[in-house]
């Protein structure tokens, strides 16, 4: 993992491949936390799928780094079939243990002004429908069920739309 050299400070900058190992075990510890029966096996390599996020040339991967460490991970690039102007958010985690600390509206403030640089007017994402906390998130950072995708019967996510407003003066 590439170190901080200032300590104390949190960064958010895009995550670089040697960092796939840290990343996914961040992803890891998230994602127990909303399975009251145990993280299920799902045979994913999620080092190696973190590492292909990393590179892809059409997405991007923040992470927020604390002295040294990774405390928190977004994945986002534009969904398969989309408009230009559409981009999803795949992957989104915060350490568990660094919770209600800003870390998550942060990086979230950070998603945003990337997606504003890259001219993206609507996010989409979809979340667990166990994963309450996520939910009550992003509903504080204004997203909303998405109109276009309601859950079916049986399903085990919710789909949510963010309308990416521009900047001032844009």
């Not at 796939?20 to 999620?46: F, K, N």
């Not at 990393?54 to 405390?71: F, H, K, N, S, Y």
């Not at 204004?142 to 309308?163: C, F, I, Q, S």
Request: net charge negative.
């Amino acid at each position: 993992m590439i170190s901080d050299h200032v300590k104390g400070i949190r960064v958010i900058r895009t995550a670089v491949s040697a960092e796939a190992e840290a990343i996914a075990v961040l992803h890891r510890r998230a994602r127990a936390t909303y399975y009251p029966e145990g993280l299920p096996d799902d045979g994913v390599d999620w080092t190696a799928a973190w590492r292909g996020a990393v590179g892809r040339p059409d997405g991007q991967v923040l992470c927020v780094v604390e002295a040294g460490a990774i405390i928190g991970v977004a994945s986002f690039r534009p969904p398969e079939g989309a408009t230009g102007e559409t981009v999803k958010l795949f992957q989104f985690h915060v350490d568990p243990d660094r919770w209600r600390a800003g870390v998550g509206t942060a990086l979230h403030t950070a998603c945003l002004e990337q997606w504003r640089a890259d001219g993206r007017r609507t996010a989409v994402l979809d979340v667990h429908v166990d994963n309450r906390r996520a939910q009550a998130f992003y509903a504080r950072q204004g997203w909303m069920p998405d109109p276009e995708n309601p859950p079916a019967e049986g399903d085990h996510h919710l789909y949510l739309r963010y309308t990416v407003d521009a900047v001032d003066g844009e």
